[in-house]
């Protein structure tokens, strides 16, 4: 069993930044894919970005919404993984939540979320 926690959200004016960080419990962290999702009031999740696991390089990909603002890492050996949001826009308003993936059993293992408001 992995445990997430999500942190770093808040309330940021348009064109501001946060950064996001997602600690996961466990020492398979470094194989697991990380992702963010977001859901917004009244709409499905969605995914915003991803990074693949060690054996697979840390490979980044994002949804084309969030391309050039938004920036995903990860950290092994503390067993984090950030998303660093830039240029926010009030439409990036959402809860996000943190998505750590076992390929080797297909397990998904979610975060609670961290809410993220743009607002003036």
């Known amino acids: 069993q992995v445990q997430l926690v999500e942190s770093g959200g808040g309330l940021v004016q348009p064109g501001g930044s946060l950064r996001l960080s997602c600690a996961a419990s466990?020492?398979?962290?470094?194989?697991?894919?990380m992702s963010w999702y977001r859901q917004a009031p009244g709409k499905q999740r969605e995914l915003v970005a991803a990074?693949?696991?060690?054996?697979?390089?840390?490979?980044?990909n994002y949804t084309d919404s969030v391309k050039g603002r938004f920036t995903i890492a990860r950290d092994n050996g503390k067993n984090t993984v950030y998303l660093q949001m830039n240029s926010l826009k009030p439409e990036d308003t959402a809860v996000y939540y943190c998505?750590?993936?076992?390929?080797?059993?297909?397990?998904?293992?979610w975060g609670k979320g961290t809410l993220v408001t743009v607002s003036s």
């Open positions: 466990g020492s398979m962290f470094s194989f697991y894919a």
């Open positions: 990074i693949t696991g060690m054996f697979r390089g840390g490979m980044a």
């Open positions: 998505k750590a993936r076992n390929n080797d059993n297909d397990m998904d293992y």
